[in-house]
């Protein structure tokens, strides 16, 4: 089972402060895709294949990496960006998650 | 548009099993799979394991394969999860997913919880 390792397992951030997460794989994977969680609501398809934005993400969020690493980024982090991400690999036929980034606003 | 409904939240005792539903809507049923993921309060998300409602074919996470069972109704554009032997690791929130390409998961169910007590 491929383990993801994600940093930092939380944070504050104020507005417009750039914000980098980073997700490990404990063996090398082909995509990684992320996932926005609020309290209370279901998870979010939020960024996908690595780097695609899913629809109504803004584009201040990017994704990039390969290989073992990868991260997702947040240039001028916004009140609403606040929030746990998760990343996700798919290693056919299985999935695994990373244990989440808390975000908060400072 | 797409949805996935899931059924009310349950309150279970020990021992018992539960059924849980997942019901789709808004595009065909049998395009894509379904997977199931776990997350205890306050916790990571655990993937749980996954149908493909055209043919039935189960794929499960090691973890969960005496835990869980994942059925289709194709009549009813259904999806159903069944946890037997019921204990309070088991008290979570279950969400249904649809997966798109290379794994990716576009749609989430509102989850559903479940508590197991006397």
């Known amino acids: 089972e491929i383990v993801l390792t994600q940093s930092p397992t939380t944070m504050t951030a104020s507005p417009g402060e750039k914000v980098t997460i980073t997700c490990r794989a404990s063996s090398s994977v082909s995509y990684m895709h992320w996932y926005q969680q609020k309290p209370g609501a279901s998870p979010k398809p939020w960024i996908y294949e690595t780097s695609k934005l899913a629809s109504g993400v803004p584009d201040r969020f990017s994704g990039s990496g390969s290989g073992t690493s990868y991260s997702l980024t947040i240039n001028n982090m916004e009140a609403e960006d606040a929030a746990t991400y998760y990343c996700q690999q798919w290693n056919y036929p299985t999935w695994t998650f990373g244990g989440g980034t808390k975000l908060e606003l400072k | 548009q797409v949805n996935l409904l899931q059924s009310g939240a349950a309150l279970v005792k020990p021992g018992a099993s539960v059924k849980l539903s997942c019901k789709a809507s808004g595009y065909t049923f049998t395009d894509y799979y379904i997977h199931w993921v776990k997350q205890s309060h306050g916790k990571s998300l655990e993937w749980i394991g996954y149908?493909?409602?055209?043919?039935?074919?189960?794929n499960y996470n090691e973890k969960f394969k005496s835990k869980a069972t994942l059925t289709v109704d194709k009549s009813t554009n259904t999806a159903y999860m069944e946890l037997s032997r019921l204990t309070s690791e088991d008290s979570a929130t279950y969400y249904c997913?649809?997966?798109?390409?290379?794994?990716?998961?576009?749609?989430w169910g509102q989850g559903v919880m479940v508590t197991v007590s006397s």
């Open positions: 997913t649809r997966e798109a390409d290379y794994g990716f998961s576009d749609y």
């Open positions: 149908i493909n409602p055209n043919s039935g074919y189960t």
